[in-house]
Nanobody, 122 residues
Framework: QVQLVESGGGLVQAGGSLRLSCAAS????????MGWYRQAPGKQRELVAV???????SYVDSVKGRFTISRDNAKNTVYLQMNSLNPEDTAVYYC????????????????WGQGTQVTVSS
């Protein structure tokens, strides 16, 4: 009964910014790590950024200094602030969360958002 809903994608010019949001809902007991992946046509899905339950963050080298991942635990939401975008950032972006539900307190499952398109024009 857990769902992740993404928003914030769109078309921007090179050098512009976008802020992606991903809100989890359902019978959630705890959310552990949350992250953002992206996938360009014909390429493998790539981990872009991750944030742990304690707030530690990691980024793929190509976005360091430009992207910032954050989370609001009260809202079960993870964000990705993307600045200085370039055409190489064009992809479908997916959020992911490791979640324990109230119905299965012994288990942790990974859940995916539906994906949101980010297109950066040159």
């Amino acid at each position: 009964q857990v769902q992740l809903v993404e928003s914030g994608g769109g078309l921007v010019q090179a050098g512009g910014s976008l802020r992606l949001s991903c809100a989890a809902s359902g019978s959630i007991f705890r959310i552990n790590a949350m992250g953002w992946y992206r996938q360009a046509p014909g390429k493998q899905r790539e981990l872009v950024a991750v944030i742990t339950s304690g707030g530690s963050t990691s980024y793929v080298d190509s976005v360091k200094g430009r992207f910032t991942i954050s989370r609001d635990n009260a809202k079960n939401t993870v964000y990705l602030q993307m600045n200085s975008l370039n055409p190489e950032d064009t992809a479908v972006y997916y959020c992911n969360a490791q979640i324990t539900t109230a119905q299965a307190l012994h288990a942790v499952f990974g859940y995916w958002g539906q994906g949101t398109q980010v297109t950066v024009s040159s």
